[in-house]
């Protein structure tokens, strides 16, 4: 019998649950493959206490099967190598395209600095050709667009004239075609989200609410004075009652800290009331962060953000909203920065790795890589400085090559691990909340 070892990726939850024919279960979640098992209390016993030797052999090969148990190895450089192996293939192109630098909010915890400008014919025209000659390679099997700022729809036909020129060469060349954006949603009409969906090719659209009609129309504030909450949840209702777009996902992005934690179980039940428990919207509360500015009076501790935030998910699971309750694969790929095969593009024609450099004072100039005019359509973006990410976590510069969360995670976000603000997600600090969570929705009672 060859030895076998547990896997340092695996995650085993102390509590028992009984089925409803009474049996009594253990739940784990297995960060190799993303997915949430149960076991018999003696199997969870026996991986926690390493009496593997006492395993029967069917229970042995399904442990093998679904990669709790593994053979002895370097388990965090296999972890690594397939990381990297997937962000180096040619296959996926990522482009995430600023048609402007501009923003019509003044959200208070921002830290972009956004201009004025539109995005000038002969820089378009260079993005078209950078898009269209990875159309074009062979190795080429799928381009993803992702349209940012600033924000986008101040930019609406320069997205519409793109997208014109995106996808008929994406059909031409038997290239896979998606494209996302994300908005403030303050510009969202029924219109644009037709013309989005039908002629840009457009699947999912991010839209932030900050808190319910008060709190978010504080928050996000309108240059111009208007509230946007009322307006962005009638739209958003209105779109997924009249079902006409079959493919379209919504991703309602929530921004939390000290000042709308408690305003929080509002927005989830306003969300509710309009119908936006619905299988294409999906709910994602992030923690603030800095973006080279100070958060410090705002910013929550992460674990004093998780404990509250296993509360919302529940409440938002009683009301019938979706939301990921944890990782269901592997990371291909960290982020934009870590693979050469994305890159960001800016009105002014320069070439980022990073997405939060092209808009941050600080990083603005220090982030650019090349820029539209010196480098070939065809070619690669260069280097950028978070490539070299995965052997920094081989070489246990990171807390990330020590944690069980790796592989789903791939360190969440290298450049604020560079700031000293480490981003660990919040599953890291509740995932026994969200196990929880997860027996539920299979019919599972936690035993006392």
């Known amino acids: 019998m060859s030895p076998l070892v547990r896997s340092r990726y695996l995650l085993l939850s102390p509590d028992e649950y009984r089925t409803q024919a009474g049996e009594r279960v253990c739940l784990g979640y297995s960060t190799r493959t993303g997915r949430v098992f149960s076991v018999s209390p003696r199997t969870a016993r026996l991986l926690e206490t390493g009496g593997l030797a006492e395993l029967s052999q069917d229970v042995r090969d399904d442990l093998v099967r679904r990669e709790i148990l593994v053979p002895p190895q370097d388990e965090l450089g296999s972890v690594l190598d397939g990381i990297r192996d997937t962000s180096a293939r040619p296959g996926l192109r990522g482009f995430t395209i600023m048609p402007t630098a501009y923003c019509n909010m003044a959200c208070s915890y921002c830290g972009q600095e956004h201009r004025k400008g539109s995005l000038r014919h002969e820089r378009m025209e260079r993005m078209i050709a950078r898009v269209l000659a990875a159309m074009s390679d062979p190795r080429t099997g799928h381009v993803e667009v992702t349209w940012f700022g600033g924000e986008p729809l101040l930019g609406f036909r320069t997205i519409v004239e793109m997208s014109g020129r995106f996808l008929p060469a994406a059909a031409a060349h038997d290239t896979r075609y998606s494209a996302a954006i994300i908005t403030n949603g303050s510009l969202l009409d029924e219109r644009r989200v037709d013309v989005l969906y039908g002629e840009c090719g457009v699947r999912a659209i991010q839209v932030t609410l900050d808190g319910a009609a008060d709190t978010h129309d504080r928050r996000r504030k309108m240059k111009n004075g208007r509230r946007t909450f009322g307006k962005i949840v009638a739209l958003l209702s209105s779109v997924l009652a009249a079902g006409n777009h079959p493919q379209l996902r919504f991703d309602i992005r929530v921004n939390v800290d000290a000042e709308n934690q408690d305003d929080i179980p509002g927005l989830l039940q306003t969300l509710a009331a309009h119908g936006l428990g619905h299988p294409s919207v999906d709910l ?127 360190g969440s976000c290298p450049k604020l691990w560079h700031d000293g603000a480490p981003p660990c997600p919040s599953y890291k600090f509740n995932w026994r909340q969200r196990l929880d969570l997860a027996a539920q929705s299979k019919g599972l009672v936690r035993c006392d």
Do not use: K
Request: hydrophobic fraction near 35%; proline fraction near 8%; include cysteine.
């Open 284 to 410: 994602d509360l992030m923690p603030v962060h800095s973006w080279g500015n100070d958060v410090s009076d705002v910013e929550l501790t992460p674990a004093g953000y998780a404990e509250r935030e296993a509360e919302w998910l529940a409440l938002a699971r009683s009301l019938g909203l979706r939301f990921r309750l944890l990782p269901t694969r592997r990371r291909s790929t960290t982020c934009l920065a870590t693979t050469r095969n994305g890159e960001l593009l800016d009105p002014s024609g320069a070439v980022y790795s990073c997405s939060e450099h092209p808009l941050v004072p600080r990083d603005r100039d220090s982030g650019v890589l090349a820029t539209l005019d010196d480098l070939a359509a065809t070619a690669l973006r260069p280097a950028g400085m978070f490539d070299t990410w995965y052997d920094e976590i081989e070489q246990d510069r990171w807390p990330c090559a020590r944690c069980p969360f790796l592989p789903v995670c791939g």
